[in-house]
Nanobody, 121 residues
Framework: QAQLVESGGGLVHPGGSLRLSCAAS????????MYWYRQAPGKQRELVAK???????DYSASVKGRFTVSRDNTKKMVFLQMDGLKPEDTAVYSC???????????????WGLGTQVTVSS
């Protein structure tokens, strides 16, 4: 069972918008940094955006100014607002969370299965 579940992908025209969501399992009691990655066919996985537990964000150069990452710590969710989408944004988008399942246990890296985003006319 995936500890992270993404939603919100789909087909959109160039210039359009999508909002991705990622919900963490209640098993993860502490979440530190959260990330969005993407992988296009035949390409390596690429880090798209990062957000710390305090809300500090960072973006890849290819999406800066078009994508916005945010999170809701109460709901243990991370979001990716994607505006001005381009065909080259087409990929499977996955979220990652670094966290713990107990106060004294080890830190783990959790992944979701991904959601497909297709930008095409």
């Amino acid at each position: 069972q995936a500890q992270l579940v993404e939603s919100g992908g789909g087909l959109v025209h160039p210039g359009g918008s999508l909002r991705l969501s990622c919900a963490a399992s209640t098993k993860i009691i502490t979440i530190n940094d959260m990330y969005w990655y993407r992988q296009a066919p035949g390409k390596q996985r690429e880090l798209v955006a990062k957000i710390t537990s305090g809300g500090v964000t960072d973006y890849s150069a290819s999406v800066k100014g078009r994508f916005t990452v945010s999170r809701d710590n109460t709901k243990k969710m991370v979001f990716l607002q994607m505006d001005g989408l381009k065909p080259e944004d087409t990929a499977v988008y996955s979220c990652r969370a670094d966290g713990r399942e107990s106060d004294v246990g080890p830190s783990w890296i959790y992944w979701g299965l991904g959601t497909q985003v297709t930008v095409s006319s």
